[in-house]
């Protein structure tokens, strides 16, 4: 159990267009959700903590208006790189928590390689 | 904030034991965990300890915690080929939001 799906694997896009990521809770219910960047030979990125019904709490330096996140329900989250460019390449990643007090185990998506052309 | 330190490679022979080392700064971390990324995949639990524990084994894997020196390792024991990945360490408090290093690449060679 606790599978954690993100949609799509990899997306190519043009300069100027925007790109949602789908992150998904396969088998459990999760009450925040998060999502990283990971640049080449670097260590993640918390880009922003998401709670469902809420806005997402986004991390200092991340502009909300250019990552948009929307935890809609309990399952799924989604974060959409808007008017995307060459420098928002990257490998996203997103987490998710169990809706289980004390419950620390986050649980990760396989990751959207992002490339902007 | 938190810090997490680790080095960035470490290469060890099949069969050998791999040690993986990592330093934090906030003495007041409660989850301290190791994940496995594997190339252009998301991260995989291996195994976490809880700040108020010193050791914890897992099959050939075994986490040793020194909260003096704020100090954390991970020992894989009979090291394969496909342990090749990259291991991050990861600590986090209160909020269990954890805070990455790095990570370490792990090569395995024959």
């Known amino acids: 159990g606790a599978v954690v799906s993100q949609h799509p694997s990899w997306v190519i896009c043009k300069s100027g267009t925007s790109v949602k990521i789908e992150c998904r809770s396969l088998d459990f219910q999760a009450t925040t959700m998060f999502w990283y960047r990971q640049f080449p030979k670097q260590s993640l990125m918390l880009m922003a903590t998401?709670?469902?019904?809420?806005?997402?709490?986004?991390e200092q330096g991340v502009e909300k208006d250019k990552f948009l996140i929307n935890h809609a329900s309990l399952t799924l989250s989604t974060l959409t790189v808007t008017s995307a460019h060459p420098e928002d390449s990257s490998f996203y990643i997103c987490?998710?928590?169990?809706?289980?007090?004390?419950?620390?185990?986050?649980?990760f998506g396989q990751g959207t390689r992002l490339t902007v052309v | 904030g938190e810090d997490v330190e680790q080095s960035l490679f470490l290469s060890v022979r099949e069969g050998d034991s791999s040690v993986i080392n990592c330093t934090y700064t906030?003495?007041?971390?409660?989850?301290l965990y190791w994940y496995k990324q594997e190339p252009g995949a998301g991260l995989q639990l291996l195994t976490y300890?809880?700040?108020?524990?010193d050791m914890k084994q897992d099959q050939r894997l075994t986490v040793l915690l020194n909260k003096k020196d704020k100090h954390l390792s991970l020992r894989i024991a009979d090291t394969q080929t496909g342990d090749s990945a990259i291991y991050f360490c990861?600590?986090?408090?209160?909020?269990?939001?954890?805070?990455f290093g790095r990570g370490t690449s792990l090569i395995v060679h024959p």
């Open positions: 300890i809880f700040s108020n524990m």
């Open positions: 998401s709670n469902e019904g809420s806005k997402a709490t986004y």
């Open positions: 906030d003495s007041s971390s409660t989850y």
């Open positions: 990861a600590v986090s408090g209160g909020s269990y939001i954890p805070t």
């Open positions: 987490s998710a928590r169990r809706q289980q007090v004390g419950d620390t185990e986050a649980f």
